[in-house]
């Protein structure tokens, strides 16, 4: 059992190394999806904003936005599709 003192500590260290997993994640998935793309530094931009919110990226290089609706409900300002 983790003493209440560490408890914070051990907390902060999980977080940290499940925000490190998933920048590795997004990068992964993000630079395949985006590897036709025209505009890739754009695209992996994108991408990695809505892997970082919705935690998935749909397979592929484009479509089957079915399996992540959260990807497929982002949005810009302007109302267009944000996530490639």
């Not at 935690?55 to 810009?76: I, K, Q, R, S």
């Amino acid at each position: 059992m983790v003493s209440q003192t560490l408890k914070p500590l051990v907390t902060l260290i999980f977080l940290f190394l499940l925000s490190v997993f998933n920048v590795v994640y997004c990068q992964g998935k993000c630079a395949y999806r985006c590897h036709l793309s025209s505009r890739p530094n754009l695209c992996n931009r994108a991408c990695g904003t809505c892997c970082a919110r919705c935690n998935c990226v749909p397979p592929g290089t484009a479509g089957n936005e079915d399996v992540c609706p959260c990807y497929a409900h982002l949005t810009t300002h302007g109302g267009r599709h944000k996530c490639p």
